[in-house]
């Protein structure tokens, strides 16, 4: 693996396990983005930062980061509902609109991102 390739695996898997954590630290935050539509956001949200947590810290074993990798690229496709969810939210309320919009297209190049390791 190069130096660049090492780069990015730790880059990608500290997001994931930092994201996971965040679940926990701030889970109101969460919460608050998940779709009506979505039963036990609580549970829900629990779960997402267990997977997070999981799937950044096997991106670092070379016997599980393929898998790892289309984990995240399965969880990043699950919650993208989420991040529509949070730009209609920042429409209505007239706030954080730019943040909210930029990270729908986001998706796509974290998914991409995720790609590179399978």
Request: positive net charge; charged residues 10%.
């Amino acid at each position: 693996m190069s130096t660049i390739e090492l780069v990015s695996l730790i880059s990608m898997a500290g997001i994931y396990v930092f994201a996971g954590v965040s679940h926990f630290r701030i889970p109101n935050f969460f919460i608050k983005i998940t779709p009506k539509w979505v039963p036990y956001p609580e549970k829900v949200n629990i779960l997402v930062g267990i997977a997070e947590i999981i799937l950044g810290l096997a991106l670092f074993f070379s016997g599980t980061r393929a898998f790892a990798a289309w984990g995240i690229i399965a969880l990043l496709i699950a919650v993208f509902p989420a991040n529509v969810h949070h730009f209609q939210q920042a429409q209505k309320k007239g706030k954080h609109l730019i943040p909210t919009l930029i990270r729908l297209p986001i998706q796509a190049i974290l998914i991409y991102w995720a790609y590179t390791f399978t």
